[in-house]
Structure formats: structure tokens, C-alpha cells
């Protein structure tokens, strides 16, 4: 028997990525509204309760609403929004960091940068080799697709923006989810930026090791990055040592999550790069449904 998925926000950046996924994936009905239909209350409504699993690809005001319309106890929820990944009741859905998303209903997506964050500071934190209350920064460049149809429209139309500085208000949205996950005392300082790239992501996390109370080698970082990801599809620890990391503007989809860690003995630089549509949108979603319908884990992944 098939498991009926309902994308809600299927037309939009996210959502067309997971319905593409879908289509090629066996064990799956994917149900989507028509156009003129896609933001009808009752039809949105009606889908979503004959659904056993519905994906959310929506903004947050409107993925609230869509939990709030779910009148049964079976339907289960994959929200792609920011609006419950500190919530009550709600399991974050970063497999990889050992949440149980097999075995939740409502599962809540982890947000992009955070996905690279959290997977370079968890499990470092968790070893003890940075203090839970150590002050952390995070920079990160994301691709301009990260913003959705609105943004994609403004560095499409505008032609000539090569970076968009922002965030500078701090409190950025992702936030809370990166001191929660991450169990640090402190938020870190968030300085996101996007550039005239479609798809991808840099996240870095400066460190200086010298300062740390545990005076970690470069080779305990990677050990305790290893310990926490090997075995895993998705993500990749990698050794060997770089002189650069490119970002093209026609980077192509990935759902790899690759980890480097670059030090001397005194400092660090710890970076993630991801596809913010894959690993840190559709490809996640994808992920956490295979597992909460005990699908092949890997379907609709391009590993
Ligand atoms: N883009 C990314 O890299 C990532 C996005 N996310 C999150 O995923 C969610 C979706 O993002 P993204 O796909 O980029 O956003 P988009 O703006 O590209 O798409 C959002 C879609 O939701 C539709 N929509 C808006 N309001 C409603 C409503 N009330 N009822 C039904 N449909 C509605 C929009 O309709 P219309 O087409 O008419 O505008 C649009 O198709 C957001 O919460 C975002 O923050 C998470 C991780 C990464
Ligand atoms: C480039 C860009 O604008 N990115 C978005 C985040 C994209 C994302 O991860 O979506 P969620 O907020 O749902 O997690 C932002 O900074 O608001």
C-alpha cells in the first residue's frame, strides 16, 4: 500500500523540488493542489486531513495555520518552516544528530545554515570540546534561492547584485534552533550573506583553539566529527586540507553535506557546505519521509 503525501506550497522553491523527488520515488502517492485551488482553505483542509503524511513548503504564518486544520490523530507533518524547530512536541529532523524522526509525527526540518552549523558544533559540544557556554560566531553565504520566489525574483531582475549582506539586526530566525540543538548557553553571533549563486552554502564557525579549556588538536576536532558521522549517507568528513572552496554559480544539486575542519595550533576554521535546496531543504524532507514511512532510506537522495 502507497503512503499519500500532500505537498502544501508545491509551486514554490521547495516544494517543486520535493514533487520532483516524489515522482520518482516507489511506495509514494504525491498529492499537490490544482493551481487555482492551492491556497483554498477547505481544499488545503480536506488534503491535509486525508493525508498520511503532509509536507509543508510554505512560509511560517501559513504552515501554523495548516497544523492547526489537522483534525484527526494519524496525519503526520514534515514542516520545511521555521516555525517549529524549538516547539514543543516536535522532533527536529536532523537524523544524523540522533533524533528519532522514524518514530515522530510531527517532524520539523532543520533550517539551512543551521543544518551546517549544528552538524560542525553538536557534536564538539557533545565531546566536550567546546565548553556549552563558549561564545560562538557563525558566517555563512548562502545561494540566492535560500530566500525563496521573492528573493530569487530580486537577484534575477536586478542582474548585477554579487552579495546581499543581512541579518544585521541580529536575531535572525535560525537562530534559537542553533543555540537550542547545538545546547549552547549563549546564542551565537549570526552573520548570513547571500550571493549571486542559485543553489549552495558556506557556513563557517572561527575558532581559537588556543583559548578552549580542552586546547583541541585538529586531529580531535575530525575525530569527534568522524565519531559522529561516520556511517552516515549523507555527510562527509573530509581529512585532507584545502586552499580553497568554490561556490558556482551554476553549482549543481547535491543532498552531501561536507565538513572540513582547517587549523594550526592555535586557531580553527570549521566549515560545512551544503546545498541549501538539498540537505538543507527538499533533500532533508525527502530524508525524514523515507524514514518516517520505512521506505528505502535513500530514495529520491542523489548520494
Ligand atoms: N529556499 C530554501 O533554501 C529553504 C526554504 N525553507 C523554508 O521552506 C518554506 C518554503 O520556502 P520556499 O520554497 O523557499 O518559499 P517560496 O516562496 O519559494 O514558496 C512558498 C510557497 O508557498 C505558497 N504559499 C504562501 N502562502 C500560502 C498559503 N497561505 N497557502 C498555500 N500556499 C501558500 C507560495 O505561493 P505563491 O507561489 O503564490 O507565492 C509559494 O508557492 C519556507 O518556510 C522557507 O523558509 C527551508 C530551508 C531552505
Ligand atoms: C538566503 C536566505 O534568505 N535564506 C533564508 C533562510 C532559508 C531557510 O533556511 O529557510 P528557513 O528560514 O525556513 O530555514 C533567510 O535567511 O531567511
Redesign the pocket.
Known sequence: MSVAVFIDGAEGTTGIEIRERLASCEGIETVTLADDRRKDVDARRTAINDADVVILCLP?AAAKDAVAMIANDRTRVID???AH?TADGWTYGFPELGFDVANARFVS??????TGFLALVAPLVRASLIPADWPLTVNAV???????KA?IARFESEGDLAFRG??YALG???VPEMQRHAGLAHAPVFA?G?VNAYRG?VVEVPLHLAALPARPSRTALLDALHAAFDGAALVRVHDEAADELLLRTDQPPSDALDLYVFADATQARLVATLD?LGK??SGAAVQNLNLMAGLDPLAGLRV
Open positions: 511560517d520545511a518552516s521555521s524547530r526540518n532543520p533550517g539551512c545554515y543551521p548562502s545561494g540566492y534561492s535560500g530566500g525563496g528573493l543581512y541579518g535572525h530566525k535560525h548570513p547571500v552554502m541549501n538543507g531543504a
